[in-house]
């Protein structure tokens, strides 16, 4: 990595651990949802502005599928009814349609961004900058950059419901 491209991969790693340090502080406070508000976009433009994506095949972590499902119960009740939402796609207006058959969780985004990221951060502390970087740019683009995107979506309806907390 030249000294730009450095800069900017330490400001993601940055943002990836302070993300891993709020969810690992869960629920460190009442209103935990309204750093993660402002958080996600952070992470969202620092991972674009990397500029170091080799077209690697991207390997889905290998987390504890138990450890996984932990955080997914604990933040699911957390969140409460604020977890599901409806995705673009979906009509909630139509007929035979209700409440309880939403498409998107919350939970399971901020589940599966957090391992993604925890992931690359344990790998970085062997000194793998490179391997950590096209592992977070690859694993973006074929599956935690929709996760993100979704729960950016949805924290922000949350913001202007005021359900933030």
Not at 84 to 92: K, N
């Amino acid at each position: 990595m030249n000294n730009p491209e450095r800069a900017k991969f330490r400001k993601l790693v940055a943002t990836a651990r302070q993300y891993c340090s709020t969810i690992d502080r869960l629920p460190a406070r009442n209103d935990w949802l309204a750093p993660l508000f402002l958080l996600l976009p952070q992470l969202h433009a620092a991972v674009v502005a990397l500029d170091h994506a080799e077209d690697n095949a991207y390997l889905e972590g290998s987390a504890d599928l138990e450890d996984r499902f932990d955080l997914y119960s604990e933040l699911h009740v957390l969140l409460g009814e604020r977890d599901r939402y409806w995705l673009e796609y979906d009509h909630p207006d139509e007929p035979g349609v209700d409440g309880e058959h939403r498409t998107g969780s919350l939970a399971d985004d901020l589940t599966d961004i957090y391992f993604e990221l925890r992931r690359g951060l344990q790998l970085l502390e062997t000194g793998a900058a490179d391997e950590v970087a096209n592992l977070w740019q690859a694993g973006f683009r074929q599956h935690w950059g929709q996760h993100l995107v979704d729960a950016e979506r949805h924290l922000y309806s949350l913001n202007i419901s005021n359900r933030l907390s």
